[in-house]
């Protein structure tokens, strides 16, 4: 039995070696921690749940709908419930994505071929690296300043040298939590030979809009997403843009790609958005909050933010063993050192309700 069962796992193994991309075979699959029983703030979800009259205002929504039919294939009342809440101009096109990673991924598809690049500053949301090494895209990440800022100068001569036929901006940026200057971020849109898409997916917590400059670029896609605004286990993301370019994405989408239920889910949501603006405002007062006692703290650089996570840089070499140190605790969030030479003793924060921010803070006082 045994070597029968070792036989047929060197069967495999050698099937898998020739036949599987030698690129594949080396990467590891998106890592996600075990979470139960933490306090997540690893993650950047929103950290409340429905009030009880809506929660079963939605159940009641989901009693009607029939899992055994297919759903809409283009999901029309959820893009009309995106055009009422963001505003969305008729004059644009709206993809739905299986989140916004599933987004990235068509777009990325679309332009990807022999030779072709894509290019991110760095460090960034990493998907954007993956995904082009899943597609044999040339991947070029143009790295940040010290501060997190855009190399201008450096981004500009890498565009003209790599012709770039794809750029992601994270607006703001993950893991950062900055912008990057509207100044900058025109230069780069206007030199670009190919697409450019603005990835905002923190656009709930910042002032910072870049929907109306569909107006001014041909070569520039806006991308968004439910999944921080509350809604990260319905996995909705939504490109905008020009019906030229999303005519084409669109060829490339699985029919069917958001379901029944995430369709009558997402539609629920949009019809009571209010509540989810207030919670992602209470957010943003949090993070005011958080970040004034991480400041009052030693040892941490705590940096600006205008999404829903803090960036932290502990003293030299303690990232680890504070980030353990929380989880001894029972509260996880993200350690970022080791996995870009500019967010070495780096960790992220997700910011939660006060209650979660009190109980993270009482964790981390000992720790320094
Ligand atoms: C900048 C950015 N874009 C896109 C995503 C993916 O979001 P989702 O696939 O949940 O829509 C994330 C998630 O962390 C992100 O930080």
Same mark, same amino acid.
């Given at each position: 039995?045994?070597? !029968?069962?070792? +036989?047929?796992?060197d069967k495999i193994e050698a099937r898998v070696q020739r036949l599987v991309r030698e690129d594949i075979r080396k990467?590891?699959?998106?890592? $996600?921690?075990?979470?139960?029983?933490?306090?997540?703030?690893?993650?950047m979800e929103n950290p409340f749940t429905w009030p009880a009259e809506l929660q079963q205002q939605w159940q009641a929504t989901l009693a009607d709908v029939h899992v055994n039919r297919y759903p809409h294939?283009?999901?029309p009342e959820v893009k009309q419930g995106l055009r009422r809440v963001m505003n969305i101009d008729e004059r644009w096109d709206i993809l739905l994505g299986n989140g916004s990673d599933e987004l990235i991924q068509l777009i990325a598809m679309a332009v990807a071929g022999a030779g072709q690049t894509l290019m991110a500053p760095e460090p960034s949301f990493v998907m954007y690296r993956m995904i082009a090494q899943y597609l044999q895209m040339d991947y070029v990440g143009v790295p940040l300043t010290e501060r997190f800022e855009i190399d201008l100068e450096n981004t500009l001569a890498r565009i +003209?040298? +790599?012709?770039?036929?794809?750029?992601?901006?994270?607006?703001p940026n993950n893991p950062t939590g900055n912008l990057w200057g509207d100044e900058k971020l025109r230069r780069i849109i206007e030199a670009a030979p190919g697409l450019v898409v603005i990835d905002e997916a923190y656009t709930a917590f910042t002032e910072a809009d870049y929907l109306p400059w569909l107006e001014d670029y041909p070569n520039l896609l806006?991308?968004?997403?439910l999944s921080k605004v509350g809604l990260a286990g319905l996995r909705l993301g939504i490109l905008i843009g020009d019906p030229a370019w999303v005519n084409e994405i669109n060829k490339l989408r699985l029919p069917y790609n958001i379901g029944n239920l995430v369709q009558a889910t997402a539609t629920f949501a949009l019809d009571h958005f209010e509540v989810f603006q207030q919670q992602t405002q209470e957010l943003v007062k949090q993070r005011a909050v958080l970040i004034e006692q991480l400041r009052a703290l030693p040892e941490l650089t705590v940096y600006d933010s205008e999404a829903n996570f803090?960036? $932290? !840089?502990?003293?030299?070499? !303690?990232?680890?063993e504070i980030h353990q140190g929380l989880k001894d605790a029972g509260v996880l969030i993200k350690k970022l050192d080791g996995s870009h030479a500019l967010l070495n003793d780096c960790l992220r924060i997700t910011v939660g309700s006060a209650p979660e921010n009190n109980r993270l803070m009482s964790a981390l006082v000992p720790l320094l």
């Open positions: 039995m045994t070597d !029968r069962l070792s +036989e047929w796992q990467l590891t699959a998106y890592p $996600v921690p075990n979470s139960s029983g933490f306090l997540k703030l690893d993650a294939p283009d999901a +003209e040298r +790599e012709q770039p036929a794809l750029i992601f901006l994270a607006q806006i991308m968004r997403t803090v960036l $932290v !840089r502990t003293a030299p070499g !303690r990232a680890a």
